[in-house]
């Protein structure tokens, strides 16, 4: 699949078969979360794998009752240990490590999607609660639960902002044609 192709076809699925992902094509997911940038190249990503029924089902409830998490094949919950980005970057380092688990969250959506598996990214949930059922230190932050499976539906593409709503030139609020164009 051709890389355009790849990025606009992505779409956030939240009805899903129950067909399982091979542990090759889970694995090729997750391979692809290494090749993010990283701030520094500190890598602070981590990831757990959710497959028991019992712990979907406990997370779901705790996802603003999100209850489609529950029929997911496969959760990816995103960590960032930031222990190295705080001695080199200090202030900065929490907005560097959410950035860099935002890079990687992409490329395995991306991957994903170019292997015909469909995904969601959740960021509502309750991270206490979660992060103690699946015994992460306090240390460790909770970024975001990703949802793998092959859907059951295809979905729409939610509209989009026409691009030269979101571009300026040369400063804030100047969205006329740059000259050089
Ligand atoms: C940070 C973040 C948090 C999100 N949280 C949720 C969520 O809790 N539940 C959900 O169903 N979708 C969630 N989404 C998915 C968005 O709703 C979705 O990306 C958006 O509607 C655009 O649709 P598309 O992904 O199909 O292009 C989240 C996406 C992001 C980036």
């Known amino acids: 699949m051709d890389v355009d192709r790849c990025i606009q076809t992505r779409r956030s699925v939240r009805k899903y078969l129950s067909k399982k992902i ?15 940038p990283s701030a520094g190249n500190l890598q602070n990503w981590r990831f757990i794998v959710v497959q028991d029924s019992d712990l979907k089902k406990r997370i779901s409830q705790l996802c603003s009752d999100q209850t489609w998490i529950n029929g997911v094949p496969v959760l990816i919950v995103v960590c960032s240990y930031d222990k190295d980005l705080k001695i ?8 560097f490590s959410i950035q860099n688990t935002a890079a990687a969250i992409e490329n ?32 460790v932050r909770m970024d975001a639960i990703i949802t793998f499976g092959y859907g059951a539906e295809k979905e729409e593409m939610p509209k989009r902002i026409d691009l030269r709503n979101i571009v300026f030139y040369e400063e804030w609020g100047d969205s006329g044609k740059p000259k050089s164009y």
């Open 88 to 95: 080199m970057y200090r202030e900065k380092s929490e907005t």
């Open 108 to 139: 395995m959506l991306l991957k994903a999607n170019s292997l015909s598996i469909d995904s969601c990214w959740v960021g509502s949930y309750n991270e206490d609660r979660i992060k103690s059922i699946l015994k992460i230190p306090n240390e």
């Open 22 to 36: 091979s542990w090759d094509k889970l694995k090729e997911i997750l391979d692809s979360a290494r090749y993010a």
